[in-house]
């Protein structure tokens, strides 16, 4: 049986990096200055 506790702390980890990783990609897409993206 997967340890729940584990796997909902992993999951909650993925979420917590997904809204910065969508904000650098929407960035990236805008054609925003890459130095600006990575002083983020």
């Known amino acids: 049986m997967p340890n729940e506790v584990e796997d909902k702390k992993i999951l909650l980890r993925v979420r917590k990096i997904k809204g910065p990783t969508q904000a650098i990609e929407k960035a990236l ?8 993206i990575l002083q983020q």
């Open 29 to 36: 897409e805008d054609n925003v200055e890459y130095g600006a």
